[in-house]
């Protein structure tokens, strides 16, 4: 089975720390995603890379950044944390297949 | 833009009863796939049944059916013989079908409860 693991299943910040989510996948999958999901309005795309080195922003890509230096890892930074970034932040892999994602169990990040 | 909307924030069913859930999304495509995804609480998202638009056949995955109705850009999921681990939130996706780098356009969600 794939498994997806997040680094951290809770975290609480302060307003201007530098943030590390990271994120391994152990199937070999192409493409990588970095969701936050929100209560009422879904899951939102932040980044996602198809390639090592390569990234795409989403939705909405403002105050994160991203970094894939190995196929298997996919780490989400937010630069200069800010309480509107309190959320629930999934991470995802998938080898093409159409839609068909597969997910870690998500960071929950507070940032008082 | 294609949007997709589930308009039941919250749904609850009796063990053992069927329920279904309903999604609603708007594309001028021709050629897309629908999803059901499953959220059990401080678990992982799975996926639960995909839909190619071009198949008229509903999908069916075990208890899990879907009631495709393209013309009326209708997606819903029902779930039959309602289980205590189905409780989760439930979160309908489409994705165009031609770019295999397209992303997943989600609902809001809709929270299943299970009553005992």
């Known amino acids: 089975d794939v498994k997806v693991t997040q680094s951290s299943r809770y975290l609480v910040k302060r307003t201007g720390e530098k943030v590390f989510l990271e994120c391994v996948q152990d199937m070999d999958h192409e493409n990588m995603f970095w969701y936050r999901q929100d209560p009422g309005l879904g899951l939102r795309l932040i980044y996602f890379?198809?390639?090592?080195?390569?990234?795409e922003k989403g939705d909405i890509p403002e105050g994160y950044s991203v970094s894939r230096e190995k196929k298997e890892r996919f780490s989400l930074i937010l630069e200069s944390a800010s309480t509107n970034q309190t959320s629930m932040y999934l991470c995802?892999?998938?080898?093409?297949?159409?839609?068909?994602?597969?997910f870690g169990e998500g960071s929950r990040l507070t940032v008082l | 833009a294609q949007t997709v909307t589930q308009s039941q924030p919250e749904m609850s069913v009796q063990e053992a009863e069927t329920v279904t859930l309903s999604c609603t999304y708007d594309t001028s495509e021709s050629d897309y796939y629908l999803f059901w995804y499953k959220q059990p609480p401080s678990r992982q998202m799975i996926l639960v049944i995909r839909?190619?638009?071009?198949k008229q056949q509903n999908a069916t995955e075990n208890r899990f059916s879907v009631n495709f109705q393209k013309a009326a850009k209708s997606f819903s999921l029902k779930i039959s013989d309602s289980q205590l681990g189905d409780a989760a939130m439930y979160f309908c996706?489409?994705?165009?079908?031609?770019?295999?780098?397209?992303?997943?356009?989600w609902g809001a969600g809709t929270k299943l409860i299970i009553k005992p």
């Open positions: 996706a489409y994705r165009r079908g031609e770019d295999s780098n397209y992303q997943l356009i």
């Open positions: 839909q190619e638009a071009y």
């Open positions: 890379s198809y390639d090592v080195k390569m990234k």
């Open positions: 995802a892999s998938s080898r093409g297949e159409p839609g068909e994602l597969f």
